[in-house]
């Protein structure tokens, strides 16, 4: 696509901001790239607000999009699109890597944000001008003064034509897109009259910001929709801080020992499982190396997709021919001891992560402080637990074990 020089942007510009204040479908018609189906997409989930227009795109997702008023980049690690507000930013700078961009973006409110593997970026001339003219409507250098002003004006009562006839987009259209582009989507209901929606790529940017500037209210009324396996939509009522529980960059924003401490719990069994498997094939391969073959296949037939109950079983069927051991049942006994032997020194780093944490991150304006039992819950218990837990493993359990297989 056609990308801004350096002192001015592109045709293409002129052409989006020419319809800018109409409806969504005069905004498609507007301009040949309106027309790529990416684009169309792109915008039927991400309406265009008044007065934007687009300026570029590129990529098969796309994976960058920028306009006169926000910039959207493809995060790579977590495969989800990321929103700022370019009224927002106050420097944007970017390093090439191997196969992404390192991103840092410092706010207006002095804040900064590091992302670490986007899939593109704009040019630098391109974002420093967009970020510098992002509310003076006549330095876009789109036309004339005389023309912009005649643009403008024609807009203006294309918005009102619009009203009169009744062809404004409304929240049966906004969730009528929704559901054929996403599986999920929140509902934020603002006030009687107004709502918001948001994807889950826009939860940790444009709602985590609201939250933190005190938009929204702890016990503002949301609603989760998502579509099951069948094509069912289902609704789900809640409260935002309710809702913020299952969410890490929402939950640290209300309880940020906590977040940490739970966060430290998922992580904790996933290292104590992962390490737990390796010492059993270590364990295995001393007996007969075969033998540790023969568990490493089983846990890889576990993340074939799809493959069912019946699949493991007929693949333990086929083990049998090599050993009488039933490699399968004895992953899940090594998941779960090492699930058991990781979630309480995980509880224990997170609560000690988010204590050392908790003063330097930002809060909810309405968020309330944590019990003073919280040290107790988050570090003290869960330690204990956990190196009792591995004293018994270590003194009692492996010595058992090691017995069994020799």
């Keep these: 696509?056609?990308?801004?020089?350096?002192?001015?942007?592109?045709?293409?510009?002129?052409?989006?901001?020419?319809?800018?204040?109409?409806?969504?479908?005069?905004?498609?018609?507007?301009?040949?790239?309106?027309?790529?189906?990416?684009?169309?997409?792109?915008?039927?989930?991400?309406?265009?607000?008044?007065?934007?227009?687009?300026?570029?795109?590129?990529?098969?997702?796309?994976?960058?999009?920028?306009?006169?008023?926000?910039?959207?980049?493809?995060?790579?690690?977590?495969?989800?699109?990321?929103?700022?507000?370019?009224?927002?930013?106050?420097?944007?700078?970017?390093?090439?890597?191997?196969?992404?961009?390192?991103?840092?973006?410092?706010?207006?409110?002095?804040?900064?944000?590091?992302?670490?593997?986007?899939?593109?970026?704009?040019?630098?001339?391109?974002?420093?001008?967009?970020?510098?003219?992002?509310?003076?409507?006549?330095?876009?250098?789109?036309?004339?003064?005389?023309?912009?002003?005649?643009?403008?004006?024609?807009?203006?009562?294309?918005?009102?034509?619009?009203?009169?006839?009744?062809?404004?987009?409304?929240?049966?259209?906004?969730?009528?897109?929704?559901?054929?582009?996403?599986?999920?989507?929140?509902?934020?209901?603002?006030?009687?009259?107004?709502?918001?929606?948001?994807?889950?790529?826009?939860?940790?940017?444009?709602?985590?910001?609201?939250?933190?500037?005190?938009?929204?209210?702890?016990?503002?009324?949301?609603?989760?929709?998502?579509?099951?396996?069948?094509?069912?939509w289902t609704k789900n009522d809640s409260t935002l801080s309710v809702f913020a529980k299952e969410y890490f960059h929402l939950r640290i924003l209300y309880q940020p020992v906590w977040a940490h401490t739970m966060a430290g719990l998922k992580w904790g069994i996933l290292l104590g499982i992962g390490l737990k498997l390796l010492d059993t094939a270590i364990l295995l391969a001393t007996v007969d190396p075969m033998l540790s073959i023969l568990f490493i296949v089983a846990i890889a037939v576990c993340f074939i997709p799809k493959i069912g109950w019946i699949g493991i079983v007929a693949i333990s069927i086929v083990m049998t021919k090599f050993s009488s051991s039933n490699f399968f049942l004895m992953a899940i006994a090594a998941s779960i001891t090492g699930a058991l032997l990781g979630c309480f020194p995980g509880m224990a780093a997170g609560g000690i992560l988010g204590i050392l944490r908790k003063n330097s991150l930002p809060k909810a304006k309405d968020a309330l402080p944590e019990p003073g039992t919280i040290v107790l819950k988050s570090v003290v218990l869960p330690a204990l637990s956990g190196g009792i837990a591995i004293v018994l493993y270590l003194l009692v359990f492996n010595p058992w074990l090691v017995k069994v297989l020799s």
């Design 1 to 232: 696509m056609e990308s801004m020089e350096n002192k001015e942007l592109d045709t293409i510009s002129y052409s989006y901001y020419k319809e800018a204040n109409m409806d969504f479908k005069a905004f498609l018609r507007s301009s040949k790239d309106a027309k790529n189906p990416l684009i169309r997409e792109f915008f039927s989930v991400n309406p265009p607000q008044q007065g934007e227009f687009l300026i570029c795109f590129s990529g098969n997702k796309p994976n960058i999009v920028m306009t006169n008023q926000r910039l959207w980049m493809n995060d790579r690690e977590t495969k989800e699109t990321i929103v700022f507000n370019l009224s927002d930013i106050a420097e944007f700078s970017c390093n090439e890597r191997w196969t992404s961009f390192s991103v840092k973006i410092i706010f207006r409110n002095q804040s900064e944000c590091t992302l670490n593997k986007i899939s593109n970026v704009p040019k630098k001339e391109t974002i420093n001008l967009a970020i510098q003219h992002y509310d003076k409507m006549s330095e876009w250098k789109l036309h004339t003064n005389q023309q912009t002003s005649e643009i403008k004006e024609s807009a203006l009562q294309n918005i009102e034509t619009l009203k009169e006839n009744g062809t404004e987009i409304n929240e049966a259209d906004t969730i009528s897109k929704l559901r054929k582009t996403r599986n999920w989507y929140l509902k934020v209901l603002e006030s009687d009259t107004k709502i918001q929606f948001y994807g889950k790529e826009e939860l940790k940017t444009v709602l985590r910001k609201k939250i933190i500037e005190g938009d929204y209210d702890k016990n503002i009324k949301v609603e989760v929709h998502w579509k099951d396996k069948e094509g069912k």
